[in-house]
């Protein structure tokens, strides 16, 4: 399934249509309104597209990086090396080696991150900074950090400074959006940058996974017990992490989600401290008792869970509030 961000759809729409944003928005209320919760906000966007005769993935031909969204395969799209990375090598379960290389391509749309791997990581080798690169047959995948990514795989074709090809001045990255403080109660699916200050009222055990230890992907078990990582096969899994908690601002609650980075930063511990649990779950029930009642800042997005259907809140970054912050917030408010 393809996945186009929520704004990026609306804002298309409008483009295309000629319409307010204000109106296309009402339209989408309008329209899961009218599908009883049974549809979320980005699906009854596709319908109002598909409505107003609005395409929203461009079919065939060659891609500017703004329109390369995850999901999308046999891309083809061509830019210029604005970073080159160093490659690795990594070790596999059954005791072969790999490797790994990646490298920023640009263009006058966007910059996007492109991965590599095996005898297509030795083949990016010879590619360097600000010469044209045309990729033939990608695959644009999603990130653990929420970032698209160009995957080459073994039917990629890599071609270093095609004739005929220019590209302008690359687009310089977008910064991330600036959070903007929210309430609880005033929190809905399009808050993809919002910050919310409140009180840590539960906290429930953390929740372990077994990823692959080059790319970092789920990884789960076959038939046979290995466990297969989807992109290196199998290999040696390591462990990641996830915990959850109710943060509550007087306005109401909700439920968010850390994964592992943010999850070191909110107890204070090491990945190999939280990965003991595991083995002793009982012993983070010292934890809970700890973070009950704290003042946390998180910074994140919104987001619905579709199987408890519930509003939820991803730590993108979270710390203890600053009481004397939050108290002269309050005061200029007053």
């Given at each position: 399934m393809i996945r186009i961000p929520f704004e990026e759809v609306v804002k298309r729409i409008a483009e295309k249509s000629g319409l307010a944003e204000a109106e296309i928005m009402a339209r989408i209320e309008t329209k899961c309104t009218q599908l009883s919760g049974l549809i979320s906000k980005d699906g009854a966007a596709h319908i109002v597209a598909n409505e107003l005769g609005v395409q929203l993935i461009v079919n065939g031909g060659r891609l500017k990086v703004k329109d390369a969204f995850p999901g999308m395969r046999s891309v083809e799209i061509?830019?210029?090396?604005?970073?080159?990375?160093?490659?690795?090598?990594?070790?596999?379960q059954d005791g072969t080696s790999g490797k790994l290389a990646a490298f920023t391509l640009g263009d006058e749309t966007g910059t996007i991150r492109v991965v590599a791997w095996g005898e297509k990581a030795d083949e990016i080798?010879?590619?360097?900074?600000n010469s044209i690169i045309l990729l033939q047959q990608a695959q644009v995948r999603e990130n653990n950090r929420g970032f698209k990514e160009l995957h080459i795989g073994s039917q990629t074709s890599i071609v270093h400074n095609p004739p005929g090809v220019a590209v302008g001045d690359v687009a310089q990255p977008q910064q991330r959006q600036a959070a903007v403080r929210k309430m609880i109660k005033d929190l809905s699916e399009q808050d993809?940058?919002?910050e919310i200050v409140g009180t840590i009222v539960q906290v429930f055990d953390p929740k372990y996974y077994e990823v692959c230890p080059t790319c970092n992907k789920r990884s789960k078990p076959d038939e046979s017990g290995k466990v297969v990582c989807p992109e290196h096969g199998a290999v040696q899994a390591a462990w990641s992490m996830v915990g959850n908690a109710y943060v509550d601002d007087g306005s109401g609650?909700?439920?968010?989600?850390?994964?592992?980075?943010?999850l070191e930063r909110l107890t204070n511990k090491t990945t190999e401290q939280l990965l003991a649990y595991r083995e002793i779950p009982e012993r983070f029930e010292e934890i809970k008792t700890e973070l009950l009642g704290n003042i946390v800042k998180v910074t994140g997005r919104a987001s619905k869970n579709q199987f408890f259907d519930r509003l939820e809140?991803?730590?993108?970054?979270v710390q203890q509030a600053n009481a004397d912050e939050e108290l002269a917030r309050l005061q200029a408010r007053t």
């Open positions: 061509a830019g210029k090396v604005t970073q080159k990375f160093d490659a690795r090598e990594f070790s596999r080798a010879a590619i360097s900074e993809q940058s919002a609650n909700i439920r968010v989600v850390f994964f592992r980075n943010q809140f991803v730590a993108q970054f």
